[in-house]
């Protein structure tokens, strides 16, 4: 069963989409940003956990442990909307048992239906071989849950998919009457792989689906400090410019071993973290120690204070576009004022919105 959308209006220059969604007994206006349990007033809340063979089948053969995980997910589930994201993370599909409980544990915690990101397929299988196993994991996800389904089902869709397959995958989704989308950035930008989500707006295009398609993201990328920058673009949160109707948030860390990390960290004449300044559109490199005094928090409590801090006001400025769409026809002046996006952004925005709209307008204009 597809997610039900309206969509109000489109952005005349951008790939801005104001739409209505109603979900459970609730109603969500796009564009907006999720956030974790720490924010009580979010209307949408998102929960993400990676799973395993091994996880699986301690659920199937110890109820305690079954019964201390559900526990776990159900403590950072927040009062309205609620998103529940599963990874796979073995390469080996599962079998129908550990399906079965990989299915009940997102159906029972979601609002929607959201089939996993199957991470390790994406990360070591090539070619066929990738396609074939990714789609098929999918379907068998989508029959168990269709079993008893009474919720609206939204397709995962992996950016480490070559761009060639994603006709083949969303038309899979498609079939089984799925139009919603969750992009997993996988630690990746859009601003540095634009061709990638202009071929997969021009996909949802040929099916007519611009404008009945929710796109929404997990795994953004921040952006990248040079050696001596302090302030870059907020790269994660322009994406709003790209199509995508709801942010989610980054669950992906250094890819790299914690001890090497560590020894980075150490290496750090001081440790610094990343402040959304939402005048700018801009991450600003700030001092730790800096922050602990001027906020006032304790030294263990800085990055998760932080963290909130940073949701809060992208939940806030997402709010402000959903107003300035409301009685304009485009955001496109107030996003000028945001002095870290520059006009070569601008531009790959107005592309992704060409190719999103062009081809559909003109379908349109033929039965018309």
């Known amino acids: 069963m597809k997610l039900k959308v309206k969509t109000e209006k489109i952005d005349d220059e951008l790939l ?15 564009p907006f940003k999720s956030t974790d349990i720490s924010i009580k007033d979010s ?29 776990d997910i159900q403590r950072k589930k927040g009062k309205n909307v609620n ?16 399906m079965e409980t990989l299915s009940d544990m997102q159906y029972s915690h979601s ?44 397709g995962l869709i992996s950016s480490k998919l070559p ?48 404008e009945e398609s929710f796109i929404y993201s997990i795994n953004a990328n921040e952006g990248k400090f040079m050696k001596i920058a302090d302030r870059i673009l907020a790269k994660d949160f322009i994406n709003l410019g790209f199509g995508i109707d709801g942010l989610g948030l980054n669950h992906i860390g250094p890819r790299i071993s914690t001890e090497i990390w560590n020894q980075i960290k150490a290496a750090r004449q001081e440790n610094t973290l990343r402040i959304f300044d939402r005048e700018d559109y801009a991450y600003t490199k700030v001092p730790e120690q800096e922050i602990i005094s001027q906020w006032n928090v304790p030294s263990n409590q800085v990055r998760n204070t932080v963290k909130t801090y940073n949701m809060k006001e992208q939940k806030d400025e997402a709010l402000q576009i959903q107003q300035i769409m409301k009685s ?41």
């Open 83 to 98: 998103l529940f994201i599963v990874n796979y993370t073995d390469l080996q599909s599962p079998n129908d048992k550990q």
């Open 43 to 71: 209307s949408v809340n998102e929960i993400y956990k990676e799973i395993s063979s091994t996880l699986l089948d301690s659920m199937l053969s110890d109820e305690t442990q079954e019964r201390r995980i559900n526990s």
């Open 328 to 368: 304009n026809d485009t955001v496109e002046s107030y996003l000028q004022t945001k002095s870290q996006i520059d006009e070569d952004t601008f531009k790959k925005i107005k592309l992704t919105r060409r190719d999103a709209l062009t081809r559909q307008s003109r379908q349109k204009s033929l039965f018309e």
């Open 111 to 154: 609002d929607v239906v959201i089939t996993p990101s199957w991470s390790k397929i994406c990360r070591d299988l090539t070619g066929d071989a990738l396609l074939e196993n990714y789609i098929q994991a999918t379907n068998n996800f989508i029959k168990v849950v269709e079993t008893l389904n009474n919720k609206s089902i939204v």
């Open 163 to 210: 761009r060639q397959y994603l006709e083949k995958i969303i038309d899979n989704y498609h079939k089984q009457d799925i139009t919603s989308f969750v992009i997993d950035f996988d630690g990746r930008s859009i601003a540095t792989n634009p061709t990638w989500i202009r071929s997969m707006m021009r996909t949802l295009s040929s099916l007519n689906l611009i």
């Open 16 to 30: 801005i989409k104001r739409m209505n969604m109603s979900i459970g007994d609730n109603s969500i206006i796009t």
